[in-house]
């Protein structure tokens, strides 16, 4: 259970990982709020003691009442590549909309994006440069924060969960040899983060080995480098992303969350 207990909102709370950290964050004795796009459908999906709240990321003025109250937030957002739900729109879009709703309140926030993250690509939309840009905002935020990158979903071994925390993002051959870790693993790991004093400020690759699974996580955690305050990047990343190459709404975008951590 958890030390304290915390009202924890859940953005992409019925996607694959989404419903795992409800579940997860559920168990571990926290309050959780579930902002999903249908009711039905995430009542259909969640354990019953969760909160509904309907709402959209890719729509600003259903947020704040998702966001309100909330000590905690994990985002686990991810588009269909297309449309109104693209990497620009959810992965990106959604996670600059949810930090605008906080109007002020400071919430510790665990963003999960993916291994390979600061790879260019022009592939997929450029899936990972918004994930790359989305990570940005939570560090320009100055919210206390985790940046979770996990490994390709469920390919893993049924004997595969000793975890591993890398940094500087240099595995990307774009497959599974970049490392394999499953679903619920990365569940724990995004809730252990909201909690945990040697999570905050860090970034980091999750991946799994053979292996059974750490009872206590605090450690891993602890041996990470934090990355550097004020920077829009995660310690060891290549500085492959120079800000002033990057779009104007993107630059406006960080000058606006930086603009609300001053006020």
Known sequence: MATHPLTVLVVGATGSIGRLVVAEAIARGHTVRALVRDRAKGARLLPADAELVVGDVTR??????????????????GSFGTGASSPETVDYAGVRNVLTA?????????????????????GYGHLLEWKRRSERLVRASGLTYTV?????????????HQMVFLQGDRR???GPADGRVARADIARVLVAALTAPEAAGRTFELV????AAPSDLGPLFAALDQDPPGSLDA????????????????????????ARTAA
Do not use: C, H, K, Y
């Not at 109007?103 to 260019?120: C, E, K, N, Q, W």
């Not at 990158?149 to 004997?159: A, C, I, S, V």
């Not at 990343?237 to 800000?243: G, S």
């Open 235 to 258: 310690v060891r990343d290549e500085a492959n992303m120079p800000l002033d190459a990057e779009p104007q709404r993107v630059r406006d975008d960080l000058d606006a969350v930086r």
């Open 148 to 160: 979770v990158r996990p490994g390709w979903f469920d390919m893993n071994g049924p004997d595969e």
């Open 172 to 174: 990307r051959s774009g």
């Open 102 to 122: 906080l109007d002020g309140a400071r919430p510790r926030v665990a963003l999960m994006t993916s291994i390979g993250a600061t790879t260019r690509s022009s």
């Open 60 to 77: 600003p003025e259903a947020l704040p009442e998702a966001v309100a109250g909330a000590d905690a937030i994990v985002l686990t957002l």
């Open 208 to 211: 799994a080995e053979q292996g």
